[in-house]
């Protein structure tokens, strides 16, 4: 039978669709203006000789930017810069577990009058800029003066200071304070997760004996898949773009640590400091890297479709 659709229903629904577009399009507008614009527009540059935004002189040299890069002296530059980020990416997505998850897991089972008030104190450091959150850092662990090494030496924990630019803890330490900063983010995400789960399955899986880790794996982790490959995604393009966090820990500095593959192609392209190489050869860095990135998160995607 043919649906009746009253004029009413119809302007009502015409209504609905102006408003969602109203709420869509500053976010679309500013994505697409920071994002997908900027990206158009270096997909032509790198098949060039372009040194910077205001040469003039460019010619056309196919693919030689990609040949450039994986030869002296940028690979000894590049390649560094790669592994000290990927070592980054794989420390910082077991944060989003360690912190997240379990962050999420105990929001999720608190009930009690402290779990909003909880929810906004684990929120607040994804609100302050990732800049400030690296110049805290170095402020707390300063050899002389900072709090937390202070701390640590009158509690007798440790005997000297802890070196926060030293190669092992910055490897370490830089990942733990990304994903303290992100907790609330993840938590977030996890959380809407857990809320999505039907509370009747939750309740037959306690009727049946299962303990809590097999409700965590029977019950939970499968039906929080989204989730899950939604946080996955997040983490691992956003490990390879971190930028200001690395900035604030002095990476455009002395800091040769947290010098990640982004400062390395902010550094070439963009920064003028006289490193080797040219604005079109830190374009193709960010593309070999990113091309595979984003096929990555393409089939990610998929997967969670699938499943």
């Given at each position: 039978?043919?649906?009746?659709?009253?004029p009413?229903?119809?302007?009502?629904?015409?209504?609905?669709?102006v408003?969602?577009i109203?709420?869509?399009?500053?976010?679309?507008?500013?994505?697409?203006?920071l994002?997908?614009?900027?990206?158009?527009?270096?997909?032509?540059?790198v098949?060039?000789?372009?040194?910077?935004?205001?040469?003039?002189?460019?010619?056309?040299?196919g693919?030689?930017?990609?040949?450039n890069?994986?030869?002296?002296?940028?690979i000894?530059?590049?390649l560094?810069?790669v592994?000290?980020?990927?070592?980054?990416?794989i420390?910082?997505?077991?944060?989003?577990?360690?912190?997240?998850m379990?962050?999420?897991?105990?929001?999720?089972?608190?009930k009690?009058?402290?779990q909003k008030?909880?929810?906004?104190?684990?929120?607040?450091?994804?609100?302050?800029?990732?800049l400030?959150?690296?110049l805290?850092?170095?402020?707390?662990?300063?050899?002389?003066?900072?709090s937390?090494?202070?701390?640590?030496?009158?509690?007798?924990?440790?005997?000297?200071?802890i070196?926060?630019?030293?190669p092992?803890?910055?490897?370490?330490?830089?990942?733990?304070?990304?994903?303290?900063?992100?907790?609330?983010?993840?938590?977030?995400?996890?959380?809407?997760?857990?809320?999505?789960?039907?509370?009747?399955?939750?309740?037959a899986?306690?009727?049946?004996?299962?303990?809590?880790?097999?409700?965590?794996?029977?019950?939970?982790?499968?039906?929080?898949?989204?989730?899950?490959m939604?946080?996955?995604?997040?983490?691992?393009?956003g490990?390879?773009?971190?930028?200001?966090?690395?900035?604030?820990?002095?990476?455009?500095?002395?800091?040769?640590?947290?010098?990640f593959?982004s400062i390395?192609?902010?550094?070439?392209?963009?920064?003028?400091?006289?490193?080797?190489?040219?604005?079109?050869?830190?374009?193709?860095?960010a593309m070999?890297i990113?091309v595979?990135?984003?096929?990555?998160?393409?089939?990610?995607?998929?997967?969670?479709?699938?499943?």
């Open positions: 039978m043919k649906k009746n659709i009253t009413g229903y119809a302007k009502r629904k015409r209504k609905e669709f408003w969602d109203a709420f869509l399009a500053p976010q679309f507008i500013i994505y697409f203006t994002t997908i614009l900027p990206f158009l527009i270096a997909i032509p540059i098949f060039t000789d372009q040194i910077g935004f205001i040469d003039t002189d460019i010619d056309f040299i693919i030689q930017n990609f040949v890069i994986f030869k002296s002296p940028l000894d530059m590049f560094p810069a592994k000290k980020t990927a070592i980054f990416m420390i910082n997505y077991s944060t989003v577990f360690i912190f997240g379990t962050l999420a897991l105990l929001m999720y089972e608190m009690s009058k402290w008030p909880f929810f906004t104190v684990i929120y607040v450091p994804y609100m302050i800029s990732g400030g959150i690296g805290i850092m170095l402020l707390l662990f300063a050899k002389d003066t900072g937390i090494n202070l701390l640590l030496l009158k509690m007798g924990i440790i005997d000297h200071a070196n926060i630019k030293d092992v803890v910055s490897a370490w330490m830089f990942p733990l304070m990304v994903g303290w900063r992100y907790a609330g983010f993840n938590m977030a995400i996890f959380l809407g997760g857990l809320l999505s789960i039907p509370p009747e399955t939750i309740e899986s306690r009727v049946d004996g299962a303990n809590y880790l097999q409700r965590l794996w029977h019950i939970y982790f499968p039906q929080m898949f989204s989730s899950i939604i946080a996955t995604v997040i983490c691992l393009i490990s390879w773009g971190l930028f200001d966090e690395a900035v604030g820990m002095g990476a455009l500095a002395a800091n040769k640590n947290v010098r593959l390395l192609i902010f550094k070439i392209g963009f920064a003028g400091t006289g490193q080797s190489g040219t604005l079109s050869e830190a374009l193709t860095m070999a990113n595979p990135l984003l096929g990555i998160g393409i089939l990610l995607s998929k997967l969670q479709k699938k499943q």
